[in-house]
């Protein structure tokens, strides 16, 4: 199958930093990328989506200028966690759909968030 | 109402038993169905996707779908412990937008 490569998988920060979580495609492009957040014991909810070369549509409650996302080529998008706190904490995944068009999603190993 | 509804069990089956987990969705627009299996701390992993009626068999995985009932679910035969983890169904409409809305999740235990 086709594989996401996701990373950090683990990051431990301090309060009012900021983290970038990157998203590669390796194998295939991608039309699309998605980010998800999970808190423990949770469904995924979806953060955003991304297309390449255009700017993200973001889900509502979802923070735009908290969450930035860039998707800057068919194999790239990056989650930046803009000044996090300790309610960010969280397990944070993107998926991705290849090119040319299907409906299935590959999904990269996620990130693990804590912020102290 | 929930778009994609699973219950969020535990589901606990005997080791070589038959799991089965189930979802219903409220959009009859829904056109494409995925289960994913996740372990915890973990990325979810695709299973089996289906997108016509009837039934759609992958080794000891068979995914279900009945639109007109609007309901989907996955039988796990001869259920083994590596199979215990956390299944999640979605759905996707197809065209613009392709929003992938998923359940909550069933988790499944299965018992040496």
């Known amino acids: 199958g086709a594989v996401v490569s996701q990373h950090p998988s683990w990051v431990i920060c301090k309060s009012g930093t900021s983290v970038k979580i990157e998203c590669r495609s390796l194998?295939?492009?991608?039309?699309?990328m998605f980010w998800y957040r999970q808190f423990p014991k949770q469904s995924l909810m979806l953060m955003a989506t991304?297309?390449?070369?255009?700017?993200?549509?973001?889900e509502q409650g979802v923070e735009k200028d908290k969450f930035l996302i860039n998707h800057a080529s068919l194999t790239l998008s990056t989650l930046t966690v803009t000044s996090a706190h300790p309610e960010d904490s969280s397990f944070y995944i993107c998926?991705?759909?290849?090119?040319?068009?299907?409906?299935?999603?590959?999904f990269g190993s996620g990130t693990q968030l804590s912020v102290l | 109402q929930k778009e994609v509804e699973q219950n969020s069990g535990p589901l606990s089956v005997p080791e070589g038993a038959i799991a089965s987990l189930n979802c219903t969705y409220s959009?009859?627009?829904?056109?494409?169905f995925f289960w994913y299996r996740q372990y915890s701390g973990k990325s979810p992993e695709l299973i089996m996707f289906?997108?016509?009626?009837g039934d759609k068999e992958d080794g000891r995985f068979t995914a279900q779908l009945n639109k007109a009932s609007q309901y989907v679910s996955l039988l796990i035969r001869d259920s083994q412990p590596s199979d215990s983890a956390t299944y999640l169904c979605?759905?996707?409409?197809?065209?613009?937008?392709?929003?992938?809305?998923f359940g909550t999740g069933t988790k499944l235990q299965v018992i040496p």
């Open positions: 998926s991705a759909r290849p090119r040319p068009v299907n409906e299935k999603l590959f």
């Open positions: 194998d295939f492009q991608a039309t699309t």
């Open positions: 991304s297309n390449e070369g255009s700017k993200a549509t973001y």
């Open positions: 959009d009859r627009g829904s056109q494409s």
């Open positions: 289906i997108y016509s009626n």
């Open positions: 979605a759905a996707i409409k197809s065209g613009g937008y392709q929003k992938v809305t």
